[in-house]
């Protein structure tokens, strides 16, 4: 009897943490960049559509203030993490570029069906992790690209 309550603890606290919500942010701005493109690779299908839209990836990822914008419907003409409508890209590389007023610049780099991406991730540390305040791209910013392409 006292192993069958024991399994019924167990079984009860996993049930627990399984339902507890994702903490925000990562241990570092590089890991944060890095699971971003986790998305983009050929793994499982799951891991192969891009950054979902979901609340949850959203808390994860992105700061307070950008939430909002990644989970609201749009009809953008491409995926912004990569700069395009599809992908097939080569492995990235991650780089802090600076630090100043808290918030930290990593420069991703990578190749998307053969033609070369760069872009300038805005890290800021969260009480649980780093996450991301703004993208940076040559032409335009994922906040701007976001409220562009609002529905």
Do not use: C, H
């Not at 590089?30 to 998305?39: F, G, I, K, P, W």
């Not at 890209?89 to 630090?99: C, D, F």
């Not at 540390?125 to 993208?135: M, R």
Request: proline share 6%; no cysteine; aromatic share 12%.
């Amino acid at each position: 009897m006292k192993a069958v309550k024991f399994l019924a603890a167990i079984l009860i606290s996993t049930a627990v943490l399984a339902a507890l919500p994702a903490q925000a942010g990562f241990r570092t701005p590089e890991s944060l960049v890095r699971n971003v493109y986790a998305y983009y690779g050929k793994g499982s299908s799951d891991l192969s559509k891009g950054l979902p839209r979901s609340a949850e990836i959203a808390e994860q990822f992105f700061d307070r203030s950008l939430r909002s914008a990644w989970i609201a419907p749009r009809e953008a003409p491409y995926d912004f993490m990569v700069q395009s409508p599809s992908w097939k890209i080569g492995p990235v590389s991650t780089k802090i570029l600076r630090t100043e007023l808290g918030k930290t610049y990593v420069t991703a780099s990578f190749n998307n069906n053969g033609r070369a991406v760069t872009l300038n991730f805005v890290a800021v540390k969260a009480p649980d992790g780093w996450v991301i305040s703004d993208i940076e791209s040559p032409q335009d910013s994922l906040r701007l690209f976001l409220t562009q392409f609002k529905r």
